[in-house]
Every structure is written in structure tokens, then in C-alpha cells.
């Protein structure tokens, strides 16, 4: 069965860093690409990034290029999402989610997500 | 950068009833890119359609995509309670990996 749980949200100050957890269990995890999507209090789906299976390929939003980092560690099934310089606009609730395939496409299996919140 | 736009913002139906949502890409993408999700509140989103027209694993056939170039469609034929809730599509085409802003779909 594919499991995916997130980890590592919670409130921090405008400005701050926080890193996000995606362990994974129930597939081969190298095999797939995975992606960060939030959404934001209110509002809609929001993808952030991606990665492919191999690590080789990394995609960014334009909200969070520059200040998001998105990596894997096959030895360990996790996908991370580091976040640094974080504003008020990062608030979201952030889902991890598996492509269909080793490339980024669709997602076939997500996370519960974990809550994210910018705030002073 | 493609932008999809869906419509409409809001869809009120009856159980039963057929319905049927819209997204339109900013520029033409192949429908092999083309996904359709469904989220509910406090849920994980769910994969309905990929490659915009085939059913994703467990999905039931009363969902069905179809669409090119930059008029995508999802259809539920007959609407059940459990399908009440927000739909999103998605193009994977290109980078950055959008999704539409969303179709609510409420009970009548």
C-alpha cells in the first residue's frame, strides 16, 4: 500500500526557514517523480515543485524559486522541501504527492499534508 | 507560462443530474499532459483523469475527460453525494506545472 506522510510543519516567524518531510512507503521510490502542491487558507491548489525520480531534474514555481529547495534521499524514501526567507503568503496547508511515472506528471497518491504558518 | 482557466466557478446540481466542467489552456498542450482532480475539505486531492481521458486507477466510469488542444472537459454522468466537492485540472506539459483555479460543485 503507498503511503505518504508529511512532517515538519508549524509556525514561523516571517523571514525564517523550516523543512518539510515526505516519507515514503509501498512503491520503489527512485522509480517515481514528487512534487510539493499547497494550498492556502481559502484559496485553491497550488503546485510548488518537483522532482524527478533520479533527482537529476528539479522544477520550481516562480512564487518560490530561489527560496524553496526540493530534494530526495533514496536511502532513506523521503522527499524534502527546504524553505527559506518564509513571508505570510507561504501560509498553506503543503501536500506531498507521487507521479505516475519517473518523470513529473500526474499524481496518483498524496499525502495528508502538513500546516505551514507564517505569521509574527 | 500556460495558464488554465476553468469554468464555471461554481456548478449547482442535483444527485443524478449530469455535469459538466471546462478548463481552457492559455496555449495549446498536448492531452497527454492534461490531469483532473478532485478535493474534498481536510482531504488529500484524488487523481481522476490523466493524459486528459483515462480513468485513474479505482476511479468509477461515471467520470470521463476528453478535450485537445485548449479545451479540456471532465464529465460526471450521473452525479452521486460523494461527488459534491472541488475539481481541479492540471497541465504537466511545462514548467510551472499549473493548476486551474478550480470548479466548486454543490448540491442543489
Known amino acids: 500500500e503507498v503511503q505518504l506522510v508529511e512532517s515538519g510543519g508549524g509556525l514561523v516567524q516571517p523571514g525564517g526557514s523550516l523543512r518539510l518531510s515526505c516519507a515514503a512507503s509501498g512503491f520503489i521510490f527512485t522509480s517515481y517523480a514528487m512534487s510539493w502542491v499547497r494550498q492556502a487558507p481559502g484559496k485553491g491548489l497550488e503546485w510548488v515543485s518537483s522532482?524527478?525520480?533520479?533527482?537529476?531534474?528539479?522544477y520550481y514555481a516562480d512564487s518560490v524559486k530561489g527560496r524553496f529547495t526540493i530534494s530526495r534521499d533514496s536511502s532513506k524514501d523521503t522527499l524534502y522541501l527546504e524553505m527559506n526567507s518564509l513571508r505570510v503568503e507561504d501560509t498553506a496547508v503543503y501536500f506531498c504527492?507521487?507521479?505516475?511515472?519517473?518523470?513529473?506528471?500526474?499524481?496518483?497518491?498524496w499525502g495528508q499534508g502538513t500546516l505551514v504558518t507564517v505569521s509574527s | 507560462e500556460i495558464v488554465l482557466t476553468q469554468s464555471p466557478g461554481t456548478l449547482s446540481l442535483s444527485p443524478g443530474e449530469r455535469a459538466t466542467l471546462s478548463c481552457r489552456a492559455s496555449?495549446?498542450?498536448?492531452?497527454?499532459?492534461l490531469a483532473w482532480y478532485q478535493h474534498k475539505p481536510g482531504r488529500a486531492p484524488r487523481l481522476l483523469i490523466y493524459g486528459a481521458s483515462n480513468r485513474a486507477t479505482g476511479i468509477p466510469d461515471r467520470f470521463s475527460g476528453s478535450g485537445s488542444g485548449i479545451d479540456f472537459t471532465l464529465t460526471i454522468s450521473r452525479l452521486e453525494p460523494e461527488d459534491f466537492a472541488v475539481y481541479y485540472c492540471?497541465?504537466?506539459?511545462?514548467?510551472?506545472?499549473?493548476f486551474g483555479q478550480g470548479t466548486r460543485l454543490e448540491i442543489k
Open positions: 496555449q495549446s498542450i498536448s492531452s497527454t499532459y
Open positions: 492540471q497541465q504537466y506539459a511545462d514548467s510551472p506545472r499549473a
Open positions: 522532482i524527478s525520480g533520479t533527482g537529476a531534474s528539479t
Open positions: 504527492a507521487k507521479a505516475l511515472v519517473v518523470v513529473v506528471s500526474a499524481m496518483d497518491y
